[in-house]
């Protein structure tokens, strides 16, 4: 019989874990995660994504797709972390996302991360956008309002067509490009 580690032991386990290049590590619900580098489309989503913040938002904001958060339901690691200028300065590698400005996440193999567990956890720790591409159903959906552990507001639309981001980055994202 096979025993299951306990939250300390597994969460022990995943902080020394040695990933491969290129390779990215994330604590999903219990179960840990490893992601292989991303495919062409889904580099070039996430490149279009992050241009397009920089250039257009109403205020200055900083995106980084590297940044480890710790959220209910584990340590996760965005697509893409939006924040304003001066919030990753002295953060250590796995940060509370408080004052986070938005995550946004390309699926990828297992869209069902991104759309349940990920978003709730994101929901739960209070980060007010969630913007997901999702490839499989060739969609992008905007997620605000986080109560509880869920959004309360989801605005959807086909690839192709504008997608109005709230404030302070006010602006319309063309998702024609993201396809």
């Not at 567990?117 to 605000?144: M, N, S, W």
């Not at 309002?145 to 507001?153: A, H, K, L, M, R």
């Not at 605005?155 to 490009?177: I, Y």
Request: net charge negative; hydrophobic share 35%; aromatic share 8%.
């Amino acid at each position: 019989m096979t025993t299951l580690p306990d939250e300390d032991e597994l969460l022990r386990t995943f902080l020394a874990l040695e990933t491969p290049p290129g390779f990215r590590a994330q604590l999903i619900n219990g179960e840990i995660v490893l992601s292989p580098p991303p495919d062409g489309a889904h580099v070039t989503a996430l490149s279009l994504i992050n241009r397009e913040l920089l250039r257009r938002s109403s205020t200055e904001v900083l995106v980084s797709g590297t940044k480890g958060l710790i959220v209910p339901g584990g340590r996760f690691v965005p697509d893409g972390t939006v924040c304003p200028e001066d919030w990753f300065r002295g953060k250590d590698p796995w940060a509370d996302p408080a004052g986070l400005l938005m995550v946004f996440e390309v699926t990828s193999t297992d869209r069902h991360r991104n759309r349940g567990p990920k978003r709730r956890g994101y929901a739960a720790a209070g980060i007010p956008c969630y913007l997901l591409v999702d490839r499989g159903e060739r969609k992008v959906i905007l997620f605000t309002s986080p109560e509880g552990d869920d959004y309360t507001v989801h605005t959807q639309v086909a690839f192709g067509k504008p997608l109005d981001l709230p404030a302070p980055f006010s602006f319309t994202l063309d998702t024609g490009p993201l396809r």
